[in-house]
Each structure stands twice: as C-alpha cells, then as structure tokens.
C-alpha cells in the first residue's frame, strides 16, 4: 500500500506491505512516520477538530480529541459536536465530551472562552 | 519616570498619600507615587468605617486630637472640591447605665478642651432622634460635627486630581530598600530617586522609616471586622452609633453610609500578618455582639457582604509621628495614621505638604496653575431623567447597565478604567462605580467587566480573573501617568505569532518597554481561527490547534512584561530622521483617539492576507456567494456563522484544503476544489487529510471560467486548461453550487512598510531584509508572513525571534 504521511509538511511517501512478522513500512523519514503507516494500515486514525455552540453567544467554541480516533468515526463525532452546546468559562484542556463515541478519547477545548 | 528626576516620592497611594500627593501637586514640585499594590487605597483606606470623627475622644494634645480636628473642619471643603460624597450626619455615643454615663461626661470634658462642640442628650431625646435605637441605652454624647465619607472615593479623587497637576504614579512598587539621597529601589527592580521621600506606607510605615533612622518605631496591624447591610436600611439610623470606647478604639458602630448601605463593625485584635484581612467567624460574632447592643433588632436577613481592614497601629509612642526624621533630613513620615487618619488626611496633607516644600526651598504655583480637574464622569443613577436621555443620545454606552443592582453603565465603567489614575483591576472599577458592591457582589456583571477591561486594556478578559486586586503582570510596565509621553523601546505591529514572539524575544534580550500594537479585539493573529491541529511540532514537540498555539504565545508575553495593546490600527510609521533618536508610530483606536507613539525601533509582523477574486480574474457574475478561503474560516470558526451548503473551491492553497475539511464537517458538501495547475500549491498531508479522505475530487490543470448567478452564487462552470493555462472549450463541467472559495495565494502586509520607505523585494512581495532581519530603513525590522509567506508557522516565530532580539539590540543603541 502507497501512502503519503500527514505528519509534517515534509509529506513522506510511504510504502506499507504486510510480511510474515507483521507490518513493514518504508520510507519514512522518522519514527512518527512508521507508526503513521502501520496505524493506516490497520486502523486509520485522525485527529478530529471541530467547534461546540456556547449558550448565549455566537462565537463557537473550538474543540479536539485528545487523541486520534478511528477514522470511521469521524462523522459519528462531527455530527456530535454539531448537537453540542456548553456552558461558558471554558480554559484550554477542560474535558468538553468523555468518551467520545466510545473511542475511549475525550474532546476537550482548544482556546480559553470567557 | 526614570531616575534622577523627581524632587519628592511619596511611598503609598492610601488616603494620606493621596493627600499629600494632592497638597505637593500645588507646589513647583515633581512628584511621583509608589504605591506597593495594584491601586489606590488598597490598604486601610479601603476598609474602614468611613467616619469624619468629630475629635471627642482624642487625647488632648496629641497630633491625633490636632489633626483629627483641623481635619474634620477641612473635610466639607476638600469633599467639595474633589466632588465626592460627604454628609454631616452627626455622631451619637450611647451609653448603657450609669457607669457609661461617666464616661460621656469625660468625653464632653475632653471635646470641651478639643474644641469640638457636643451636648448630651437624655433618653427620651435620643430615642425620638433614632427610633430604632435599644431602649436600652440611657443617654448619648451628641457630636454634630461627625460625619460620613467614601474613603476611597476620596483616595481616588485626590489622586485624579493629583495627577491632573503632574504627579506620577507607579503601582506594584514594593519599596525594598532606601538608600541616602535619596534612592528607592522596589522589589522588581525598578529605581527611582528623589530629594525628598514622603512615608505614607500604612502599616508598613515602621519598616521604611526604621532603613533610613536610627529612631525606631514599632507597628502593629489591628484588624477590624466589619458587616454591611443592603440599602433596604438606609434609614435605620441618622447618625453614626458609637458606644462608649474602650482601650483598643471606639468599640463597635453602626453608621449609615454615603452610598445608603449601613456599615457594622469594627472589631479591634492585634495580628502578626500585615496582610491578612481575612475575617473570622469569631470575629463576626463579636461584631453582631456589639451590633446588638445598641440595635436589638439588627437584621441579620439583610448583610449583604463582611470584609476586613488593618489599621496601622504604631505600638510605642500611640500616636501618629509626623514630620522630618530628626536623623534623616528629607525623610518625612507619616506613620502610625490609624483611627482619626481619614478624617485627619487633609490636615495631614496640607501640613507635610509645607514641611516637604520649606524644605527644598519651592513656592507655591500661581493658583491660576493649579488644575481643580478630578476626571468626574456622569453618575447615570444621580441623573435626572431627562439629562440621562439626553446622555444616552450622545453617549450610548451610558444606556448599556452593566451592573443591575447599583445601576452602574457601560459609559461608566469605562470612563472609570480611561481615568488618568484609572481601574486595572476588578476592585478597582467596584470600587471606582459601585459596579459589583450591591446585592448580588458581582454575580452578574463579572462577565461584563472583565470584558471590557480586556478591551480598554489590551488583554484577553481572562487574565483580569487571576486577581480581583492585583493587576495583570503586562500592564505593570505601563506607563505611570499617560502612555503618550512613553517612549518604548522597541514597537511590535501586530499579536499575531510573528509579532508577540518577536516582543518576548525583544524582552529577553534587554529591551524594558516593549509594546505590541494589535488591531484584532484579541492577541494571537490569524491562528485564533485556525482551529485545525498541525501546529507546534518543531517547536513545542506536540501538535497543537492554532488557538493553542497562539495561547502559548499570548502567556509567554505576559510572562514577559510584554505590553499588548489590541483594538488598534497602526497608520503611519515615521522612521527616525538624521539626527533624530525616536521614530513615531501614529495610532488609531477607541479608547485613545489618535495617537503619536515614539519608540526606538520598530518591529513589522503584520502578516499576509489573501488574494482576492479580482485579483484573479474569474469572469462571470459578480454576487454574493464568493469568499475568500480566510474569510470564510472566521466566518465559521470564530462568528458561528455557515456561508453555504455547496462548496467549490478554486485554488488548492492550505486555507482551501483545510476549509473543504472544515466545511464538510460542519455539514456542507464540498463539490470540488479546482487547482489550475498541475499539482496542489498545499501541502500534500493536506491533500491526503482533507480531500481525500472525505473524496473531494482535485481536479488538477482546471479552473473555473464562470461564476453564475446575480444576487447569490448558483453555480460555477469548470474546465479544463491546457499547456498556456487557456480554458480548453468543450471540456466545461458545471456545478450546482451557493458558494465559492478563492485559496489562490497569500500576500505579505505591506502597506505601512512603504510607507516608512523600506525597501521592498519584488519577488517575495515583503521587505529586504539582512539576516539580523533588519530591513533597509535603520530601526526597522521585520518578522513572520510580512516578510514572505511561510508554511509553517514554527518558522514565523523562529525568525521573528531574530528580528526582536536585533530591534532589542539597536534600542540599547540609542541613548535615553
């Protein structure tokens, strides 16, 4: 499988094949990049960032995962946040969903909302 | 305010130094004010009874029976002339039985040899004068003289005034140390000197005069507990209630205030801490004790807050110690000012004052000289209806209620933070307005405030929740009196992350007043609405969001003692000409008007913007509909606002490539995105992360040859180019679509950078610069996307480090 790595600008071109001992990746300029090509290959992962409303205000909150999630639940997450609405203050890293979609990733805020 | 340029410093902004600043301000004097806290009357003049003791119960002879009496007959007229609140409401002591009865006769012995005028009155009298008094009490000292105050009202006024006749002040200048001469260093290093130095530091007084004289002193901070009651009991008392006092004071009172609350209290106890206002239960309990003494029906039901206050009190001579060290020629003090100092600070004032001037040998200015101003604002709730209309016509803020419950304005709390001596701090605008004091204490107007406290400040309102009392570290290196007359260092334009790592750099490499000019309401540039991760991986090892990442930044230059002020449109850079030191950046804002900044070099970081569709020469239509890939990402990250539900987009630049992702999570659907030539002008991750992973078609070596529609986008034609980038006809796609996305380039900033006359490099579109990132005008440099557009934004801040650190260096170039 050819791949090219979203780690960096640096944009690696990737080239994953199974063998008898596992995943082998090539190509890769750091170890970022190997553990990219295995995750992809096996379970593709994305980092998924989105807004939440705020009651009261028009400005929406920025939100992450913490960690990347299953790209197969991308959308299931998206269309959360979309029906999410939270109260303000909000600081950088507070916990805004646990568990996302039973990822086992929390959501959590991105910038300070007051 | 550097060094070597004053002729007295007054150490303390309570109400004495205030007075004495005020009474100096009248004589050919430059003064400056160091005040440890963040504001004026942060120490006892906040929390005190807010009584103008008539002078019954001083010991005849002392500076404490002289000056509370001179004092209280100055009080009218300095309350008048500073245009705070005043009222002679009359004291009361009450006593309970024939034992107390004694002792009023004593009182009215020693008012008699004070020159205070008091009768006594029976019980049937008193209880006429105040029905709500215990049937209890069986006579009272009557004092008509005693009166009622705003301490630090006053406090604030004296100041205003003060600094409307050129006194400075310095606020989180912690006195640390006096050397002959006289210098004065400050805890954060900071130095000043002057010929004369004014003691007014409170409770800390004994500290300062015992580094500089061999006559020591000795005191000890006596806590008072007090409670307030809601307006609702304006009217349970007339006069202020004493009781007979004891050794450690007057015992516990009962007073209406100016502001109509009712104040109970005080408790009287010596502690260690000089700082410890905290209050007690115990201590409350005595309060209500007391309270209940001379009010049986006291209702608890109506407390609305309790607060404590430390009086200053000097333990081996009892009295307050006035006047010059006798081993210490221009060292005044004016310690141990405890109970009568508020109503003995205008005496007080006016006597130093004249110590202070007889000694440096200076006159009085001409009275036509001396400003009267005390920076007054309009007090809505104070108005008459028809003048409030009329105000709110011209000044609409002032029809915005920030604060319910005491009715205080929008107009007035800015007016409060705009004053020459103005708020920083949420006690500051509570105390300035009332805004925060009533029933609910701030409940619902905290949101309010610190909002605009950030926008009249330069801050993210954040930063003004770390303290209600102590203002933020960035504004500390603010200049004194009025920003106008600084001159800083070094000049950054723009908060984005060029420009504030640009200011820290600058910061770290010696540069002291380092001032960044944003025109956004909020520091951290075009990353605030780069919600995507990606950020940060060279620098912080991590991936960060742009708003995190612009977080990090927005902190360290607070850390640094960075000065950010947003809300403001640079519009003319004037470089230095020969000969001259300074260049001049002129300013554009709300909160000041116009305004000539000089500054000693000049960093340029005002980033890029994108190419627009004329710029491009799409033909077709011209409707709504078509925006700009940037513009669209505010639109939805930061105002909430979708622009469409079917997107194409033309160009495959970052912003594009990030917003088709964006867009599509956030329901709309991306059509295509159209890339004229024949690879992505992105990055390839984002190829892979935003388009193909949703399958957004790329469509390489096309482009979009007509925009349809009249009043709103409906469609676009797509086709094919070939080797000349010519349409290819017959190759058209079409596309239903409502919206259209230009991400075809970005342009550096430049505008303000020729106009200074730096020379420009046509290819990058951004100024020449050397590898100290100097640019060809002396005292310029530049940093980030104005100088050419960068992929990552690791890099902007990477150079834009080198170009503060290189303005730092050529400030320290230029003498002062």
Same mark, same amino acid.
């Given at each position: 499988?050819?791949?090219?790595?979203?780690?960096?600008?640096?944009?690696?071109?990737?080239?994953?094949?199974?063998?008898?001992?596992?995943?082998?990746?090539?190509?890769?300029?750091?170890?970022?990049?190997?553990?990219?090509?295995?995750?992809?290959?096996?379970?593709?992962?994305?980092?998924?960032?989105?807004?939440?409303?705020?009651?009261?205000?028009?400005?929406?909150?920025?939100?992450?995962?913490?960690?990347?999630?299953?790209?197969?639940?991308?959308?299931?997450?998206?269309?959360?946040?979309?029906?999410?609405?939270?109260?303000?203050?909000?600081?950088?890293?507070?916990?805004?969903?646990?568990?996302?979609?039973?990822?086992?990733?929390?959501?959590?805020?991105?910038?300070?909302?007051? | 305010?550097?060094?070597?340029?004053?002729?007295?410093?007054?150490?303390?902004?309570?109400?004495?130094?205030?007075?004495?600043?005020?009474?100096?301000?009248?004589?050919?004097?430059?003064?400056?004010?160091?005040?440890?806290?963040?504001?004026?009357?942060?120490?006892?003049?906040?929390?005190?009874?807010?009584?103008?003791?008539?002078?019954?119960?001083?010991?005849?002879?002392?500076?404490?029976?002289?000056?509370?009496?001179?004092?209280?007959?100055?009080?009218?007229?300095?309350?008048?002339?500073?245009?705070?609140?005043?009222?002679?409401?009359?004291?009361?002591?009450?006593?309970?039985?024939?034992?107390?009865?004694?002792?009023?006769?004593?009182?009215?012995?020693?008012?008699?040899?004070?020159?205070?005028?008091?009768?006594?009155?029976?019980?049937?009298?008193?209880?006429?004068?105040?029905?709500?008094?215990?049937?209890?009490?069986?006579?009272?000292?009557?004092?008509?003289?005693?009166?009622?105050?705003?301490?630090?009202?006053?406090?604030?006024?004296?100041?205003?005034?003060?600094?409307?006749?050129?006194?400075?002040?310095?606020?989180?200048?912690?006195?640390?140390?006096?050397?002959?001469?006289?210098?004065?260093?400050?805890?954060?290093?900071?130095?000043?000197?002057?010929?004369?130095?004014?003691?007014?530091?409170?409770?800390?007084?004994?500290?300062?005069?015992?580094?500089?004289?061999?006559?020591?002193?000795?005191?000890?901070?006596?806590?008072?507990?007090?409670?307030?009651?809601?307006?609702?009991?304006?009217?349970?008392?007339?006069?202020?209630?004493?009781?007979?006092?004891?050794?450690?004071?007057?015992?516990?009172?009962?007073?209406?205030?100016?502001?109509?609350?009712?104040?109970?209290?005080?408790?009287?106890?010596?502690?260690?801490?000089?700082?410890?206002?905290?209050?007690?239960?115990?201590?409350?309990?005595?309060?209500?004790?007391?309270?209940?003494?001379?009010?049986?029906?006291?209702?608890?039901?109506?407390?609305?807050?309790?607060?404590?206050?430390?009086?200053?009190?000097?333990?081996?001579?009892?009295?307050?110690?006035?006047?010059?060290?006798?081993?210490?020629?221009?060292?005044?003090?004016?310690?141990?000012?405890?109970?009568?100092?508020?109503?003995?600070?205008?005496?007080?004032?006016?006597?130093?004052?004249?110590?202070?001037?007889?000694?440096?040998?200076?006159?009085?200015?001409?009275?036509?000289?001396?400003?009267?101003?005390?920076?007054?604002?309009?007090?809505?709730?104070?108005?008459?209806?028809?003048?409030?209309?009329?105000?709110?016509?011209?000044?609409?803020?002032?029809?915005?209620?920030?604060?319910?419950?005491?009715?205080?304005?929008?107009?007035?709390?800015?007016?409060?933070?705009?004053?020459?001596?103005?708020?920083?701090?949420?006690?500051?605008?509570?105390?300035?307005?009332?805004?925060?004091?009533?029933?609910?204490?701030?409940?619902?107007?905290?949101?309010?405030?610190?909002?605009?406290?950030?926008?009249?400040?330069?801050?993210?309102?954040?930063?003004?929740?770390?303290?209600?009392?102590?203002?933020?570290?960035?504004?500390?290196?603010?200049?004194?009196?009025?920003?106008?007359?600084?001159?800083?260092?070094?000049?950054?334009?723009?908060?984005?992350?060029?420009?504030?790592?640009?200011?820290?750099?600058?910061?770290?490499?010696?540069?002291?007043?380092?001032?960044?000019?944003?025109?956004?309401?909020?520091?951290?540039?075009?990353?605030?609405?780069?919600?995507?991760?990606?950020?940060?991986?060279?620098?912080?090892?991590?991936?960060?969001?742009?708003?995190?990442?612009?977080?990090?930044?927005?902190?360290?230059?607070?850390?640094?003692?960075?000065?950010?002020?947003?809300?403001?449109?640079?519009?003319?850079?004037?470089?230095?000409? $020969?000969? &001259?030191?300074?260049?001049? !950046? *002129?300013?554009?804002?709300?909160?000041?008007?116009? %305004?000539? #900044? /000089?500054?000693?070099?000049?960093?340029?970081?005002?980033?890029?913007?994108?190419?627009?569709?004329?710029?491009?020469?799409?033909?077709?239509?011209?409707?709504?509909?078509?925006?700009?890939?940037?513009?669209?990402?505010?639109?939805?990250?930061?105002?909430?606002?979708?622009?469409?539900?079917?997107?194409?987009?033309?160009?495959?630049?970052?912003?594009?490539?990030?917003?088709?992702?964006?867009?599509?999570?956030?329901?709309?659907?991306?059509?295509?995105?159209?890339?004229?030539?024949?690879?992505?002008?992105?990055?390839?991750?984002?190829?892979?992360?935003?388009?193909?992973?949703?399958?957004?078609?790329?469509?390489?070596?096309?482009?979009?040859? $007509?925009? &349809?529609?009249?009043?709103? !986008? *409906?469609?676009?034609?797509?086709?094919?180019?070939? %080797?000349? #980038? /010519?349409?290819?006809?017959?190759?058209?796609?079409?596309?239903?679509?409502?919206?259209?996305?230009?991400?075809?380039?970005?342009?550096?900033?430049?505008?303000?950078?020729?106009?200074?006359?730096?020379?420009?490099?046509?290819?990058?579109?951004?100024?020449?610069?050397?590898?100290?990132?100097?640019?060809?005008?002396?005292?310029?440099?530049?940093?980030?996307?104005?100088?050419?557009?960068?992929?990552?934004?690791?890099?902007?801040?990477?150079?834009?480090?080198?170009?503060?650190?290189?303005?730092?260096?050529?400030?320290?170039?230029?003498?002062?």
């Amino acid at each position: 499988m050819k791949l090219i790595c979203i780690n960096c600008p640096r944009g690696c071109e990737l080239s994953v094949t199974e063998t008898d001992g596992g995943i082998s990746v090539e190509g890769h300029a750091c170890p970022r990049g190997e553990t990219y090509g295995r995750d992809e290959y096996s379970v593709p992962v994305r980092m998924v960032t989105g807004l939440v409303k705020v009651a009261g205000a028009r400005r929406p909150l920025p939100v992450k995962t913490r960690q990347p999630v299953p790209k197969g639940k991308i959308y299931e997450i998206t269309n959360l946040l979309a029906n999410t609405t939270v109260l303000p203050p909000k600081s950088i890293g507070d916990v805004i969903i646990d568990n996302v979609c039973g990822t086992g990733v929390d959501i959590v805020a991105t910038a300070n909302y007051s | 305010m550097g060094k070597g340029e004053n002729d007295v410093i007054v150490i303390g902004a309570g109400v004495v130094g205030a007075m004495v600043a005020r009474e100096l301000s009248r004589y050919d004097l430059k003064v400056l004010v160091l005040e440890a806290g963040s504001d004026v009357a942060e120490g006892a003049s906040k929390a005190n009874s807010a009584i103008v003791h008539a002078g019954f119960d001083a010991k005849p002879g002392t500076s404490k029976a002289k000056f509370n009496v001179w004092g209280n007959r100055l009080f009218e007229n300095v309350c008048k002339e500073l245009n705070v609140p005043f009222k002679r409401n009359g004291s009361l002591v009450l006593a309970f039985g024939a034992e107390d009865e004694k002792s009023l006769a004593d009182l009215k012995a020693r008012a008699e040899t004070n020159g205070v005028p008091v009768e006594i009155i029976g019980k049937d009298e008193l209880k006429r004068r105040e029905p709500n008094v215990s049937d209890l009490a069986t006579a009272a000292l009557w004092a008509p003289t005693g009166g009622i105050c705003c301490p630090y009202e006053l406090s604030f006024r004296a100041c205003e005034n003060a600094a409307a006749n050129g006194v400075e002040f310095a606020f989180d200048a912690k006195v640390t140390a006096i050397g002959p001469g006289w210098t004065v260093k400050c805890e954060d290093g900071r130095e000043f000197s002057a010929k004369a130095v004014v003691n007014c530091a409170g409770c800390r007084s004994d500290e300062l005069n015992n580094l500089v004289s061999s006559v020591k002193y000795s005191i000890e901070a006596r806590r008072g507990e007090y409670l307030m009651l809601d307006r609702d009991e304006e009217h349970s008392f007339s006069a202020t209630m004493f009781q007979v006092p004891g050794p450690m004071g007057k015992g516990i009172l009962i007073s209406p205030t100016v502001d109509g609350t009712v104040i109970v209290g005080p408790t009287a106890e010596d502690i260690d801490d000089k700082d410890d206002k905290a209050t007690t239960y115990l201590g409350l309990e005595k309060v209500k004790e007391g309270a209940l003494r001379t009010w049986p029906k006291l209702p608890l039901n109506k407390v609305i807050t309790e607060f404590s206050g430390l009086r200053a009190h000097e333990t081996t001579v009892g009295d307050f110690i006035l006047g010059e060290a006798p081993d210490a020629p221009g060292f005044f003090n004016a310690l141990g000012v405890e109970s009568p100092g508020l109503t003995s600070a205008p005496a007080i004032g006016l006597w130093l004052a004249e110590r202070v001037a007889e000694k440096l040998g200076r006159d009085r200015k001409p009275a036509t000289e001396i400003s009267h101003d005390v920076s007054s604002w309009p007090v809505t709730r104070e108005m008459s209806k028809r003048d409030l209309a009329e105000l709110i016509k011209r000044e609409p803020s002032f029809g915005r209620v920030i604060c319910r419950c005491e009715e205080i304005t929008e107009g007035e709390i800015r007016a409060a933070i705009r004053a020459r001596v103005g708020a920083r701090t949420l006690d500051g605008i509570k105390r300035r307005t009332r805004s925060g004091m009533g029933r609910c204490q701030g409940g619902f107007c905290t949101p309010k405030l610190i909002e605009i406290l950030g926008e009249e400040l330069g801050l993210p309102p954040q930063a003004f929740l770390a303290s209600r009392k102590k203002a933020p570290k960035a504004l500390v290196t603010r200049a004194a009196a009025s920003d106008a007359d600084a001159v800083y260092d070094v000049t950054v334009i723009g908060a984005g992350p060029a420009g504030l790592a640009a200011a820290c750099a600058a910061r770290e490499a010696g540069a002291e007043r380092v001032l960044v000019i944003e025109r956004d309401d909020a520091p951290g540039g075009i990353l605030q609405q780069c919600i995507h991760n990606g950020f940060g991986l060279h620098r912080f090892k991590e991936e960060l969001t742009g708003p995190e990442y612009a977080q990090r930044f927005v902190d360290k230059a607070e850390e640094a003692g960075v000065q950010v002020r947003c809300g403001t449109m640079v519009v003319e850079i004037v470089p230095a000409k $020969d000969g &001259e030191r300074l260049s001049t !950046v *002129t300013t554009m804002s709300r909160r000041y008007g116009l %305004e000539e #900044l /000089k500054t000693k070099s000049v960093v340029l970081a005002m980033g890029c913007r994108e190419r627009p569709r004329g710029a491009l020469m799409t033909p077709g239509t011209r409707p709504a509909g078509v925006y700009t890939a940037g513009t669209v990402q505010r639109l939805v990250n930061m105002d909430g606002i979708m622009p469409g539900k079917r997107v194409v987009i033309l160009g495959s630049g970052d912003i594009g490539l990030i917003m088709a992702r964006r867009l599509t999570f956030q329901g709309a659907k991306v059509l295509a995105c159209v890339e004229i030539m024949q690879k992505s002008s992105g990055l390839m991750r984002n190829v892979v992360q935003c388009l193909n992973d949703f399958d957004i078609p790329l469509l390489l070596r096309h482009t979009v040859i $007509d925009v &349809e529609g009249r009043e709103h !986008v *409906t469609g676009v034609k797509v086709a094919k180019v070939d %080797e000349d #980038l /010519k349409p290819i006809p017959g190759t058209e796609i079409h596309f239903d679509c409502d919206t259209l996305l230009l991400s075809c380039g970005l342009i550096p900033e430049n505008e303000l950078s020729k106009g200074a006359g730096v020379e420009m490099d046509p290819k990058t579109r951004g100024p020449k610069v050397d590898a100290d990132m100097a640019t060809s005008v002396p005292g310029i440099f530049a940093g980030g996307n104005v100088v050419r557009v960068y992929d990552l934004v690791d890099w902007v801040s990477r150079d834009s480090e080198i170009a503060g650190r290189s303005a730092a260096e050529y400030a320290k170039g230029i003498s002062a």
